[in-house]
Structure formats: structure tokens, C-alpha cells
């Protein structure tokens, strides 16, 4: 049977009274933009488009071309359909309200335009998140920063797309997490896996391993004993992978299981951690647990942490719901 197309699905969702229409044109909006992201990373060299874009964004970090464009692109396709209140992005100090001359709608959108954009230069997947919160009920004219600092669990809908060798994209509306898989001569986005399931446990792990001197003494002790193997107290091997896109990390953890992390450091505790809450952690926690799986920052369920600050950073553990757990042991010991 022919899969269902990505608007097939969001009209199923809708007539189940689980989504409505501005939330279905929001998804629809989005996957749109990242089509266009996909033809713009698929170009590599041939579209001018690799390299430095000679700036920095709002974490000091060096901006790559394809990040600007990214943000641009998602940033344009969301101002004219009525759907969104205000747009925030990893890349932008303040959110963007939408533009006078169009309507406003009752949702935020958040995203991390283009994650793993280290990556970019090498042709190594990477990949746009995205995180969709309701407009509070109590709120002024003009949208304030503390409207998007709710907690993850208030999230209505949250996703991502990777350009790897296929373009895919992962969705949650809450009920359940959803795979697409772009057929790039049509240019349809086509439901290749309905409610997928994350394993419970695992024999594999990400981490990137240099950090491992800086770490806490508990993250410290879990890290080695999964590295004793079966001579150790897990009396198992693990295996270790680490592409350095969080969105190529986490779509091989939903596909095969794993355990996911970034831990606090020595170099980032000052910072709170690496990854973002708002843009990476809270998004793909939500896209994780409605697919069987676990995400805590070590010591508190990731969805219940309460925002101080749009760019605020975590210490991240997500995957298969087991080893998460055992992970959150190691740090509840200390
Ligand atoms: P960025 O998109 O700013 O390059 O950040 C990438 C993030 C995330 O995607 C990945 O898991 C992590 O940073 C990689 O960190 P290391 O550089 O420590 O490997």
C-alpha cells in the first residue's frame, strides 16, 4: 500500500480533535521550509552555500553560511500565514515578532535552524529542530520573551528533520512519534514509520569521550563502568558512536536504541551545560519519550525543567529508557 503523505496525516490528526488547523498549517509551513534547507545543504559546494558566514550568533559561536540561510529560510516561510505569534531561533538574541502587515496566530515556534553545522563542511548529516508552544492565554500586544519560557512539557508539538543520505522527518503532536521520508522527484514528505518505538534497553552509547577528564565524579563512574564491558558491573560490552550532529545521534537512537549525552563539564558548568533546552533538549525529549524512550538532564525529568532563559543551557541524557534510567541512578547516588 501506498504510504500516507505527511498532509494526510495532520488532516487524520485533525479530524481526531488532536490537532487544529493553525497547528496542522504550522507543521505543513515548517516541513515546506526544510524541504527548501534540504535542496540548500544537498547543493554542498555546487551552491556556494559551505563555510563561514563571517559572524557570530548570540552564543558567541561562529556562524557557517548555511546557518544564516537556514534561519532565513525558516524565518520567511513563517511570517505570512497567520499561524504564529513570534518565532525564536538558537541563532537570533530575541525573539522575531511577526511582521505588522500580516495576521498573528496563537503559536510560538522555536528552532535550531541548522544542528551539527560543524558538520556541514564534511558532508556529515545534520539537521533542523523545531519546538511548537500555545501563546499563554494572559498576554499583551506584543509578544514577550517570557511567553516561550514554559516547560518542555507544554510543548504541542515538536520535530526534526535530518539531511542525510535521505531527508527525513520526525514529528510529534503528542500522541505518538512519526517518521517521514522526503521522495525527493515527487517532493512529498511520505509516512515510512507510524509510531515508532525506541528499544528499552541498549548496548550502545554517544558521548563525546574527550570531555571525559572535565566530567562530574558520578558521569565519571558511569562512562567507565559501561567501558568495563563484561568484565565490569554491567557484565556486558557496550558499543560507542558519536556523529557530532545531535539530530544524526538521536534519529540512530530512535531507529536502533541508545543512550544519548551531554553531560555537564569542567568548561561548560558555568553555562549550565552545551546543548539548549529550548531549541535541542526540550524538542527532541518530547519526540523521544512519545516514542517509549527517556530524557532527564541527569537529575530531573527534562520536559518538567522551568525555563529561565530563552538561550539557557542543559546537561542532556535521552534514549533508550532503561540505561537513561541507570544513568540518573549513577547521578541520584552522588
Ligand atoms: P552546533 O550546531 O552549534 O554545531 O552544535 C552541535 C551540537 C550538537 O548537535 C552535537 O550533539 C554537539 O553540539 C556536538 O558537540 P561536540 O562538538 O562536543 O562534539
Sequence with gaps: ??????????????????????????????????????????????????????????????????????????????????????????????????????????????????????????????????????????????????????????????GYVVYGPSTELVLTVGHGTHVFTLDREVGSFLLTERDVRIPESTSEFAVNMSNQRHWEAPMQRYIGDLLAGKDGPRERDFNMRWVGSMVADVHRILTRGGIFSYPLDAKTTSKGGKLRLMYEANPMAFIVEQAGGAASTGRQRMLDVAPTALHQRVPVFLGSKDEVETAVRYHQAD
Design 1 to 158: 500500500m501506498k504510504p500516507i503523505t505527511l498532509i494526510q496525516l495532520l488532516i487524520e490528526e485533525r479530524r481526531a480533535g488532536r490537532i487544529n488547523a493553525e497547528l496542522s498549517l504550522l507543521i505543513e509551513v515548517v516541513a515546506r521550509a526544510c524541504k527548501r534547507i534540504a535542496v540548500a545543504t544537498g547543493k554542498g559546494a555546487l551552491g556556494g552555500v559551505l563555510g563561514e558566514a563571517g559572524t557570530d550568533n548570540v552564543q558567541g559561536e561562529a556562524q557557517k553560511k548555511l546557518d544564516v540561510i537556514s534561519n532565513e529560510i525558516l524565518l520567511e516561510a513563517n511570517a505570512w500565514g497567520g499561524h504564529l505569534a513570534a518565532c525564536a531561533s538558537e541563532e537570533m538574541e530575541d525573539p522575531q515578532p511577526i511582521p505588522d502587515a500580516y495576521p498573528k496566530g496563537g503559536h510560538l515556534l522555536l528552532f535550531d535552524p541548522l544542528d551539527g553545522s560543524s558538520n556541514i563542511d564534511v558532508n556529515i548529516s545534520v539537521g533542523t529542530i523545531f519546538s511548537v508552544l500555545q501563546r499563554p492565554a494572559e498576554h499583551g500586544e506584543n509578544v514577550a520573551t517570557e511567553e516561550f519560557l514554559q516547560p518542555g512539557s507544554c510543548q504541542v508539538a515538536a
